[in-house]
């Protein structure tokens, strides 16, 4: 039995651990006037002109090939875009020349990696061209080892992979499947911020296909304005075909995994706890927290239990101090492993074939921002939760998300450099609520059960609605949703303002201030550089302003 629960709890944990938040402007710039009158031409003009335009290395895929299911299958079913071809670029030419036919036709275009994306206005593209960058993977490291040359299809595992291979590491995504530059556009959380900051932190220069299908180079010299924009709200500004981003020699070789399962009253005090672990962002850098509110039917058919998973860049010896007051609320059950860089993904479920990077679903995801953790507004979101759950059971494989993250690497970047507005948030806290059917048993891959330590933090809590593609079922997940962040942003300090993570952007809700920050220097810098590289609004489907 203990194998099959820590299974199922570190499989939810890394349901959540991939995307915490998500929520979208409902003032979002989603060029929706490029979905009407569309001049499609037929299958035959197509491949001869744009097809002829492309390199050898190019597809082009229809609604009848067997590829373009795969390559236009969403990891979240409710931000579906509408697409009437995939091109797969060859090269950084062919996304361009993809680009150029489009604006041609009056066609709708989306650039796609990994399909992680949730906002809602990505349904706005209709009859649109799904410009598939996957093959656009080359890893190549710096003869000087400071920096990498990577694709804008490269997703974290091959970077991670590569890189360790070469006693490397840089900031990438959680997840195994999270793509670098979906990720780095919108900041980029990583476990090594800690040490070296957010992927966006990392970025040195970008080859970005701008609106008019131009290709040009970005970076602190050339075209600087746009290289502050596209770090944290690159969404809006082109399309990124490679870029170099710094490494790192490898601090440590191996992790520490723990993951503790505590019944729900000990909520108060394990998020005390919590919060000493990482008061003001002091969370150790070597530290990296996941907790969860989720239903573990073995240990209980009514109440929520709290999941957490501590990850520590050393040995088990050095992360015991910090995870003993955890170990000191006599958690129902404890499981620890040390694994090497590359597999801590895969040691808490969150590796490429674990359910976290399976597609399909429907995700719902609130980010809030916060600073600490107020004990007394997570009680009532638990109360909600269990609320939820025991009024509409197909909720019952429903999450509520705590990330936390080291700030020291992150707060070495000074906050007017990049368009990434919120680096005063020391958490991070993320409302998806979830609807997970027919999951196979959770089998826990642990090296040793018992109590142990480890532990890391910087928070992100949500609140995460899971389901079957289903209008109804997505309506109670906003519902829920709503309520749920409501209650995480009342316990932040009295005029804090609601800050959101636009990687996380999924309900409509979130406004640009929100996503991109309340100075007003910043929207009117973001606008203005709108109106220079994509004065018609041609990209912007996600994370508008």
């Known amino acids: 039995m203990l194998d099959n629960l820590m299974r199922w709890a570190l499989s939810a944990l890394g349901a959540a651990s991939q995307f915490t938040l998500k929520s979208i402007p409902s003032t979002a710039s989603c060029p929706a006037q490029y979905s009407l009158n569309t001049r499609w031409p037929n299958q035959t003009a197509v491949q001869q002109e744009l097809g002829a335009h492309l390199s050898k290395n190019a597809s082009i895929y229809f609604p009848d090939d067997p590829q373009f299911a795969e390559s236009t299958m969403r990891w979240s079913a409710a931000a579906s875009p509408d697409f009437k071809i995939v091109v797969v670029p060859g090269t950084e030419h062919d996304v361009a020349e993809t680009v150029k036919f489009a604006n041609k036709h009056n066609i709708p275009f989306l650039a796609v990696n990994r399909g992680h994306g949730t906002a809602s206005s990505l349904s706005n593209v209709k009859h649109g061209i799904n410009i598939y960058v996957r093959a656009l993977d080359s890893i190549e490291i710096a003869e000087d080892g400071n920096s990498a040359f990577l694709g804008g299809g490269t997703r974290a595992e091959e970077v991670i992979q590569h890189l360790s291979a070469h006693g490397k590491v840089t900031s990438t995504g959680g997840c195994a499947c999270v793509g670098m530059m979906g990720a780095g556009l919108g900041g980029g959380f990583s476990r090594y911020q800690g040490f070296f900051g957010l992927i966006v932190d990392n970025i040195i220069s970008m080859r970005v296909v701008i609106a008019n299908g131009s290709l040009i180079t970005v970076s602190a010299s050339s075209h600087p304005d746009l290289y502050w924009g596209m770090r944290g709200a690159g969404h809006n500004f082109g399309i990124v075909t490679s870029f170099e981003h710094r490494i790192y020699e490898q601090p440590v070789v191996e992790w520490f995994v723990q993951t503790m399962i505590f019944s729900g009253d000990v909520l108060e005090e394990f998020f005390e706890r919590m919060n000493e672990l990482g008061a003001n962002g002091e969370q150790p850098r070597e530290m990296v927290t996941y907790a969860l509110f989720a239903m573990v039917p073995e240990l209980s058919a009514t109440e929520p239990m709290i999941i957490a998973t501590f990850e520590y860049a050393g040995p088990p010896s050095s992360a015991s101090p910090y995870l003993h007051p955890f170990t000191l609320l006599h958690p129902l059950l404890t499981t620890s492993r040390t694994v090497p860089y590359p597999l801590v993904a895969s040691a808490t479920l969150s590796g490429l074939s674990d359910f976290a990077c399976q597609p399909g679903l429907s995700w719902h995801l609130f980010p809030v921002g916060l600073q600490i953790y107020n004990s007394s507004a997570n009680r009532l979101v638990y109360e909600l939760f269990r609320e939820m759950v025991r009024a509409e059971p197909v909720f019952n494989r429903s999450i509520v998300q705590f990330e936390g993250y080291a700030m020291q690497g992150v707060r070495t970047v000074e906050s007017e450099s990049t368009a990434y507005a919120h680096r ?6 993320c409302v998806p609520p979830p609807f997970l059917p027919n999951l196979p048993p959770f089998v826990a891959r642990t090296e040793s059960k018992g109590p142990s330590a480890a532990d890391s933090r910087l928070s992100t809590s949500s609140f995460d609605p899971i389901h079957p593609p289903s209008t109804a079922l997505d309506e109670l997940a906003l519902g829920f949703g709503r309520r749920a962040r409501a209650l995480i942003h ?6 804090y303002p609601l800050n959101t993570y636009v990687n996380y952007v999924s309900s409509a809700d979130e406004t640009p201030e929100m996503m991109y920050g309340y100075e007003a220097w910043r929207l009117e ?21």
Do not use: C, I, T
């Open 424 to 429: 005063g948030d020391n958490l991070l806290v």
């Open 490 to 495: 009342s316990g932040a300090a009295p005029g």
């Open 525 to 545: 810098r973001l606008k203005g550089l709108k109106g220079v590289w994509d004065e018609g609004g041609r990209v912007g489907w996600y994370g508008g302003f």
